[in-house]
T-cell receptor
């Protein structure tokens, strides 16, 4: 089955703690993206990567970090510098076709203890 | 700041009626346009994509694009209670931005029996 997986489904963070959200895809897509969604809001882009070992900041990158060491994987770290991390985090991927449709994983809900 | 605005909801229609969802965008250079459906607590799923002016139909869904007016819409015919969800409009900047999407805030649709 081809698709995008995210883990864990729920994640709890303590004050001052860094946490890492996993995103894996087996669609052979070149590009991967991380979005944040707050209640009643649309999606806001955190980081994106068009190719392995390269990534760009999105609109709300402060307090987050990413890596892209493998084509299939794009983990997101929420650092202690992110003061309001409670949100629904969505990972997406797309191919390099002209349409560049993005497909989403199931999401990780991050809560602060 | 590139913006995507959707008609404020929530939108409530009776079963069997036509639901009309609207979206305007600020970047005249935008190339690709997408409608996603998001059920409560779930990740967005692609409903329609449209790239050129005019209408595009897929089953009960019709997307309409007018680049001159910077307007894209989604019509849902014969609305069903299962269509009740949040609908997200997304716009792709194209060019070197390579798939970077800007999302509207979403419109909540409720279809009542």
């Amino acid at each position: 089955d081809g698709g995008i997986t995210q883990s864990p489904k729920y994640l709890f963070r303590k004050e001052g703690q860094n946490v890492t959200l996993s995103c894996e895809q087996n669609l052979n897509h070149d590009a991967m993206y991380w979005y944040r969604q707050d209640p009643g809001q649309g999606l806001r882009l955190i980081y994106y990567s068009q190719i392995v070992n390269d990534f760009q900041k999105g609109d709300i990158a402060e307090g987050y970090s990413v890596s892209r060491e493998k084509k299939e994987s794009f983990p997101l770290t929420v650092t202690s510098a992110q003061k309001n991390p409670t949100a629904f985090y969505l990972c997406a991927s797309s191919s390099a076709t002209p349409e560049e449709t993005q497909y989403f994983g199931p999401g990780t809900r991050l809560l602060v203890l | 700041q590139k913006e995507v605005e959707q008609n404020s909801g929530p939108l409530s229609v009776p079963e069997g009626a036509i639901a009309s969802l609207n979206c305007t965008y600020s970047d005249r250079g935008s190339q690709s346009f997408f409608w996603y459906r998001q059920y409560s607590g779930k990740s967005p799923e692609l409903i329609m994509s449209i790239y050129s002016n005019g209408d595009k139909e897929d089953g009960r869904f019709t997307a309409q694009l007018n680049k001159a007016s910077q307007y894209v819409s989604l019509l849902i015919r014969d609305s069903q209670p299962s269509d009740s969800a949040t609908y997200l409009c997304a716009v792709n900047e194209g060019g070197t931005s390579y798939g970077k999407l800007t999302f509207g805030q979403g419109t909540i649709l409720t279809v009542h029996p």
